[in-house]
């Protein structure tokens, strides 16, 4: 045991790739089990993803607990364990008496130089992401049924995007999960949920993994998609996930915590924002997408030689609309950012608006500089119509 604790002190670390813990005396309790670094709040922690026939296990561990549980485990369940670390290899294995030997390979040394040095950085920060959220390799059920994942945790071919889309997404839930209440249901809406990979996605994030108390309603225009999707969830047993068909500007449902709108087109990201102002919610996280208001009103004889150009006109009415629907949201009392993104399934827009509601409503110079340039492009969005209408009521 000292040869393993020796092994094991150091190898949990960011090099480690993975310890692979198999040949078990017990299926019914597991079968196999993983363990790889994560990162969670900028803590270095181990997660260990436990298999016991169709079921997947997971949890989180420090250092001193992940050695003294796999030291356990190699005791009582589990006769092996291959170990990878980016320095060296180590095979454990358990005689039926309990003998253990411990045997480790170093890995040899590769030629560096600054190329490779940052292929390689590339590289181990690019698995992180992976593996301290839905770390690839690992089987995720929703993942496997949306077609994103083989049975066996692989990536499907040409669905890489979409995999590393759905993380990025949860990175920015973990970034706000402090946010979110912690003494009762978690109430989130998205809307235009479509396919709904990121609905599912948040679901499985906070709820299977966070352990989370939540009530999640997709809405969509599209009743064949929301069939589907309720088939999907009803299956999974996820069952605080629905979703309804109707339209955002008329959605009646309750109050929400979160509100979620991706690729929302044009108007109804301001009906979708509209709706989470009107209710405080917490937190606000839209990608919008065909911002075609202000490209239809925009005039400017200053700007002119630059709006004659369609394109151009495009591009800069549509930065335009989210900067002001992120400073209307910042009026409104919400730490407002926006953030690059990975671009949506069948549109190149990659810009996502976050805010977190902090307190009651704000004016000052901001809000005067927001009218004057309104006045100066002579545009008059929906969204402010909207909230002041709101206030008005």
Same mark, same amino acid.
């Given at each position: 045991?000292?040869?393993?604790?020796?092994?094991?002190?150091?190898?949990?670390?960011?090099?480690?790739?993975?310890?692979?813990?198999?040949?078990?005396?017990?299926?019914?309790?597991?079968?196999? @089990? !993983?363990?790889?670094?994560?990162?969670?709040?900028?803590?270095?922690?181990?997660?260990?993803?436990?298999?016991?026939?169709?079921?997947?296990?997971?949890?989180?561990?420090?250092?001193?607990?992940?050695?003294?549980?796999?030291?356990? #485990?190699?005791? *009582?369940?589990?006769?092996?364990? =291959?170990?990878?670390?980016? $320095?060296?290899?180590?095979?454990?294995?358990?005689?039926?008496?309990?003998?253990?030997?411990?045997?480790?390979?170093?890995?040899?040394?590769?030629?560096?130089?600054?190329?490779?040095?940052?292929?390689?950085?590339?590289?181990?920060?690019?698995?992180?992401?992976?593996?301290?959220?839905?770390? +690839?390799?690992?089987?995720?059920?929703?993942?496997?049924?949306?077609?994103?994942?083989?049975?066996?945790?692989?990536?499907?071919?040409?669905?890489?995007?979409?995999? !590393?889309?759905? *993380?990025?997404?949860?990175?920015?839930?973990?970034?706000?999960?402090?946010?979110?209440?912690?003494?009762?249901?978690?109430?989130?809406?998205?809307?235009?949920?479509?396919?709904?990979?990121?609905?599912?996605?948040?679901?499985?994030?906070?709820?299977?993994?966070?352990?989370?108390?939540? +009530?999640?309603?997709?809405?969509?225009?599209?009743?064949?998609?929301?069939?589907?999707?309720?088939?999907? @969830?009803?299956?999974?047993?996820?069952?605080?996930?629905?979703?309804?068909?109707? $339209?955002?500007?008329?959605?009646?449902?309750?109050?929400? =915590?979160?509100?979620?709108?991706?690729?929302?087109?044009?108007?109804?990201? $301001?009906?979708?924002?509209?709706?989470?102002?009107?209710?405080?919610?917490?937190?606000?996280?839209?990608?919008?997408?065909?911002?075609?208001?202000?490209?239809?009103?925009?005039?400017?004889?200053?700007?002119?030689?630059?709006?004659?150009?369609?394109?151009?006109?495009?591009?800069?009415?549509?930065?335009?609309?989210?900067?002001?629907?992120?400073?209307?949201?910042?009026?409104?009392?919400?730490?407002?950012?926006?953030?690059?993104?990975?671009?949506?399934?069948?549109?190149?827009?990659?810009?996502?608006?976050?805010?977190?509601?902090? #307190?009651?409503? !704000?004016?000052?110079?901001?809000?005067?500089?927001?009218? +004057?340039?309104?006045?100066?492009?002579?545009?008059?969005?929906?969204?402010?119509?909207?909230?002041?209408?709101?206030?008005?009521?």
């Amino acid at each position: 045991m000292e040869e393993l604790r020796k092994v094991l002190e150091a190898a949990l670390n960011e090099g480690l790739q993975q310890l692979i813990l198999s040949n078990t005396r017990d299926g019914a309790v597991a079968t196999k @089990a !993983r363990i790889r670094p994560v990162m969670i709040s900028g803590e270095l922690l181990f997660q260990e993803t436990k298999y016991q026939g169709t079921k997947v296990f997971h949890a989180n561990f420090t250092k001193e607990e992940m050695i003294a549980k796999i030291g356990s #485990d190699l005791q *009582n369940l589990f006769k092996q364990g =291959d170990l990878t670390h980016k $320095d060296f290899q180590t095979t454990i294995l358990v005689s039926k008496k309990g003998k253990m030997t411990v045997k480790t390979k170093r890995v040899a040394a590769k030629e560096t130089n600054a190329e490779t040095q940052t292929d390689d950085a590339e590289r181990l920060s690019h698995n992180r992401a992976k593996v301290y959220l839905l770390p +690839e390799g690992e089987p995720v059920d929703f993942l496997i049924r949306l077609g994103v994942q083989t049975p066996d945790g692989r990536i499907t071919k040409n669905r890489y995007d979409k995999f !590393r889309q759905i *993380n990025r997404y949860l990175e920015f839930i973990e970034d706000v999960l402090d946010e979110l209440p912690k003494d009762r249901t978690i109430r989130i809406v998205d809307f235009g949920c479509g396919k709904s990979y990121l609905t599912f996605a948040t679901y499985y994030f906070l709820h299977v993994k966070q352990g989370r108390d939540l +009530e999640v309603t997709g809405l969509d225009l599209k009743e064949d998609v929301i069939r589907h999707c309720n088939e999907i @969830a009803r299956d999974l047993r996820y069952d605080h996930l629905h979703f309804e068909q109707g $339209d955002i500007s008329a959605y009646g449902g309750s109050k929400a =915590d979160v509100v979620i709108s991706l690729h929302a087109c044009d108007l109804a990201t $301001d009906y979708a924002l509209e709706k989470a102002v009107k209710w405080g919610a917490k937190v606000i996280m839209a990608v919008p997408c065909c911002q075609h208001e202000l490209n239809r009103q925009m005039k400017n004889d200053t700007l002119k030689p630059a709006l004659k150009y369609g394109i151009i006109k495009e591009r800069m009415a549509a930065l335009l609309t989210d900067a002001i629907r992120a400073q209307l949201l910042e009026e409104q009392g919400y730490d407002t950012q926006i953030l690059e993104f990975i671009d949506m399934e069948h549109t190149p827009k990659n810009l996502l608006i976050r805010a977190v509601k902090r #307190d009651k409503m !704000r004016s000052g110079s901001a809000a005067k500089g927001l009218r +004057e340039m309104e006045e100066f492009l002579q545009v008059q969005p929906t969204l402010e119509r909207l909230l002041r209408k709101e206030s008005e009521e």
